[in-house]
């Protein structure tokens, strides 16, 4: 499904090269040298250059100061060749990431986090954040009409949880939202006819926990250490034990990850084209 999303991406891209001479670009933001960001960073710059859209790379030391980084929003901001900007998470401590996010403008934020547009959600309006969206696009993909399905969201993070539960709300979906606090979790998850796991807490959800023919989308991605010293990625459901019981689930790694990446790229086409529409 991802593939056919760049596909139609990599389309519409020509298009708007072809009719108004102009390139989507992104510029990526990273600062120092979290393994797992390289890995994600190399993805998206692939897809970028994958789908005919332009990269503006900014990889910083880890010792970059805040206001420096500021300093390059700011500048991206007003650069008309730049339509989207990511800042790829984690910083390091000491740069406030709430605070760096708020500077994007809100029309070139293509991760959806910045306030305005957190609050457009309830209104349908701006960009959405790019998780979120693979997995609605997954979800409709997979079932169709969404309506009057209930939806349990394990994690409520401004990431994934909470711009997850108003978009479901706009499928029509009933919609329980869960996190660290909720009791009786494996109840509220075997009531669930879509359960979307997004708790950064590896196999969280065991199968008993499932009903029957529900569709599971498996958000999280943790790094353990098998026995023989290597890294394996897992999520924050038990895949085995939920595979007998799901009637569909998404694998961790190749499930939510590529639709992500994909989501980013149609948010930086998306921009580009509202940049476009608000020169004529």
Not at 47 to 54: I, N, P, S
Not at 64 to 83: G, M, P, S
Not at 189 to 203: E, S
Request: aromatic share 2%; charged share 20%.
């Amino acid at each position: 499904m991802a593939k056919r999303l760049r596909a139609d991406v990599k389309k519409r891209v020509k298009t708007l090269v072809a009719d108004c001479g102009i390139t989507p670009g992104l510029a990526v933001i990273s600062v120092g040298d979290d393994p797992a960001s390289k890995i994600y960073l190399r993805n998206k710059l692939n897809g970028l250059a994958d789908v005919g859209m332009r990269a503006f790379e900014h990889s910083l030391a880890g010792d970059t100061t805040q206001e420096f980084v500021l300093d390059l929003i700011h500048k991206l901001n007003k650069d008309r060749a730049v339509h989207g900007i990511l800042v790829q998470i984690p910083l390091p401590s000491h740069i406030d990431i709430d605070l760096v996010i708020q500077q994007i403008r809100p029309d070139k934020d293509v991760d959806g986090l910045h306030d305005q547009n957190m609050g457009r959600l309830l209104s349908q309006g701006g960009l959405v954040p790019c998780t979120p969206l693979g997995c609605i696009a997954m979800l409709r993909d997979q079932l169709g009409d969404l309506s009057g399905l209930h939806a349990v969201v394990v994690g409520r993070s401004r990431l994934v949880g909470k711009p997850l539960a108003q978009l479901l709300l706009r499928e029509h979906c009933t919609v329980t939202v869960t996190h660290s606090q909720t009791r009786n979790l494996p109840t509220l998850c075997q009531m669930a006819d879509i359960l979307i796991v997004a708790a950064g807490r590896p196999k969280l959800i065991q199968g008993e926990w499932i009903k029957p023919g529900a569709t599971v989308i498996d958000v999280g991605i943790n790094r353990i250490q098998t026995d023989d010293g290597k890294i394996r990625l897992i999520g924050d459901v038990d895949f085995d034990s939920a595979l007998k019981k799901a009637g569909a689930i998404t694998p961790v790694p190749g499930g939510v990850g590529p639709m992500t990446i994909a989501c980013l790229l149609l948010n930086t086409l998306q921009a580009a084209v509202t940049a476009q529409s608000n020169r004529i």
